[in-house]
């Protein structure tokens, strides 16, 4: 399954820290599987050279024959990879000095977001400008992408100034400290009590969690509140194959998603073998068609 | 009623205000420099997704407009620091019309999220060809033996930056061609040379703008101590417009700025579809009606 230049195998791209990442080689050397880490440092001395989809207009954004990222080790990734798993908000190729690093790194991002566009299909999820491991959904989108799969999302209100705002609907508020919207997967800080200050904030109705469900394609992976098919429908409509979904409870009862990750944390129970399975299962067929 | 998010004194600003005051559009307008003082109230609940402007009369629903501009500059700021929480009021509110504009159920010249794929200009490439439009051939790399090799394949190449970060298209001559190790800090795009004639179109909705533009510089935006381009209304082949209708449409960019270059056999390329054109350079010279057309398209009218 894996031979020179590593053909078939599953790479992972993570940040050093990234523990989840180490679990998931872990299990898939166990497995016999050929895979590795690829994390900042080996990406700094990686050799990039990317053939974007050009010249006479053509289906599909598949690059170009030559297309390939050439590893320090000699390994490479490119159209022989079995499946590659971006976990990294960045592309660390830059090694520039810090006067010009603000350059760098949207040049950097820039190709590595079509550079990982041209991989098609072996990338787990497809890329996006909000985000190099799969598109980033915030409150209003998240709002937005549940109407369409229908199901709720909590009551919210952002305000840019919570002290000449009418009074909204009732719920916590919570400290909105931009730039950007509040990212809904992240834990946000309760605002302070007192009098309203002329600050943003956020509001929203208090969810009692539940554990978050796996959405691997047209399967659903965990319990959930709010009902599988839909969850399927919301990953897609967010442009996910591979998405962790939060859900919870509201005070009258009423099952609401909170969140949708393109970077699962595969902490619930079955979640882990689930989608070293679903890794494995997508390497295969890239392989069979690359052999087709 | 169609609101207008941006810079007054900024020309495409500008230009519309007065567009829709012409044609009798009523257009609310929202100064970019004054965010910090909006009072904007976005949500969602279970009447469906709001958005609120307060005033000094009262609340206006934004929601009722039947279209939205967003031209984002974020220009300079001058005098003391605001306080902090100025600061803040004023990134909520840049952040909050950008994503309410993201999802409002009206029409919306141009969604932030649709703007994003001009970001990585090879990304966008790759889009706008899958579409229908050819572009250039297209190396980005930081091994110097590829473009090397990449050069010697096409005769002549020009670098540019992949990224939105605003760049000047030079040509790779031997004599910038003699650092070319210095590309193994970052990659780079390198593509092909075109030679031809540089055509500027615009679109809003299903109306195409074209206008020729001679120049003699390879980057016609920047003169280099030379002649300033001249710019000329022309009409597309109308297999060209359709299809540069149909990248727009399908960029979800219906106001859009798209470069193309008509070259010496008659082919057509593309070299990207600008998400927020500045328009106004080239209605200005040509007297093309694109704020016109752009103000009626908000309006709702035509498609
Ligand atoms: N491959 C090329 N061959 C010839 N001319 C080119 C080429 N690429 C760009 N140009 C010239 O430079 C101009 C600007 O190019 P392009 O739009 O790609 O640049 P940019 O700096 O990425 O754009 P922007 O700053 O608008 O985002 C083009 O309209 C064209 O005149």
């Not at chain 1, 599953?10 to 994390?39: E, F, H, N, P, Y």
């Not at chain 2, 030679?195 to 299903?206: F, K, L, P, S, Y």
Request: glycine content about 10%.
């Amino acid at each position: 399954m894996s031979g020179r230049d590593g053909q078939g195998e599953i790479v992972v791209a993570a940040a050093r820290g990234d523990a989840t990442a180490a679990t998931i080689l872990a299990a898939l050397r166990r497995r016999g599987r050929a895979s590795r880490l690829v994390d900042e440092a080996t990406l700094a001395r990686a050799v990039l050279e990317h053939r974007p989809a050009s010249g006479a207009p053509g289906r599909g954004t598949q690059a170009l024959p030559g297309d390939r990222l050439q590893l320090p080790d000699g390994g490479v990734v490119g159209p022989g990879t079995g499946l590659l798993v971006w976990r990294l908000d960045t592309f660390p190729l830059a090694a520039v000095s810090a006067g010009h690093r603000e350059y760098a790194d949207a040049e950097a991002f820039a190709a590595g977001l079509s550079w990982l566009t041209g991989l098609g299909d072996k990338v787990l999820n497809p890329p996006d400008p909000f985000g190099l491991a799969g598109p980033r959904v915030d409150l209003l989108r998240l709002a937005q992408l549940c109407e369409q799969a229908g199901v709720a999302t909590a009551p919210f209100e952002l305000c840019t100034n919570q002290a000449a705002a009418r009074p909204g609907p009732t719920g916590r508020a919570w400290v909105w400290q931009p730039p950007g919207l509040p990212d809904p997967t992240q834990r946000w800080t309760p605002h302070p009590a007192g009098p309203p200050l002329p600050r943003p904030v956020l509001r929203t109705a208090a969810v009692q969690p539940a554990e978050p469900v796996l959405v691997l394609d047209a399967r659903v992976v965990g319990t959930a509140a709010v009902p599988g098919e839909a969850l399927v429908a919301l990953a897609a409509a967010a442009g996910l194959r591979c998405a962790e979904v939060s859900t919870g409870t509201t005070a009258d009862g009423r099952p609401v998603v909170t969140a949708v990750s393109p970077v699962p944390g595969l902490r619930a129970a079955g979640q882990f073998p689930a989608f070293v399975s679903y890794l494995e299962r997508r390497a295969d067929r890239t392989i069979e068609e690359a052999a087709a | 009623m169609i609101v207008i998010i941006g810079t007054p004194a900024e020309d495409p600003v500008r230009r519309l205000v007065d567009a829709a005051r012409a044609e009798g559009v009523e257009a609310l307008v929202l100064d970019e420099t004054a965010a910090a003082d909006w009072n904007l109230r976005v949500g969602s609940g279970p009447e469906g997704r709001y958005a609120r402007l307060a005033g000094a009369d009262g609340e206006v629903d934004l929601a009722g407009a039947t279209g939205l501009y967003l031209r984002l500059t974020a220009p300079g700021r001058t005098g003391p620091v605001p306080d902090p929480l100025e600061q803040d009021r004023h990134d909520a509110a840049i952040a909050l019309a950008a994503g309410w504009a993201d999802v409002a159920a009206m029409r919306v010249a141009n969604r932030p999220r649709a703007m994003a794929s001009n970001g990585s200009k090879p990304y966008q490439a790759a889009l706008i060809r899958s579409f229908g439009l050819a572009v250039p051939p297209t190396l980005v790399t930081n091994d110097p033996a590829a473009v090397q090799g990449f050069w010697d394949q096409h005769g002549r190449l020009v670098y540019k930056s992949a990224s939105g970060v605003r760049s000047i298209v030079h040509e790779l001559t031997p004599a910038r061609g003699a650092d070319l190790a210095r590309v193994r800090h970052l990659p780079t795009q390198f593509q092909r040379l075109l030679e031809g004639t540089n055509v500027r179109v615009h679109v809003v909705g299903a109306a195409v703008f074209a206008c020729e533009i001679g120049a003699a510089t390879i980057d016609y935006r920047y003169r280099e101590g030379g002649e300033a381009a001249t710019m000329r209304a022309v009409e597309l082949p109308p297999a060209v417009a359709e299809r540069c209708v149909a990248v727009a449409a399908a960029l979800d960019l219906p106001f859009a700025g798209i470069d193309l270059l008509r070259d010496d056999d008659g082919n057509w390329w593309c070299f990207e579809v600008n998400p927020s054109p500045a328009y106004s350079c080239f209605e200005e010279p040509t007297g093309l009606p694109i704020a016109a057309a752009l103000a009626r398209w908000l309006a709702g009218e035509g498609e």
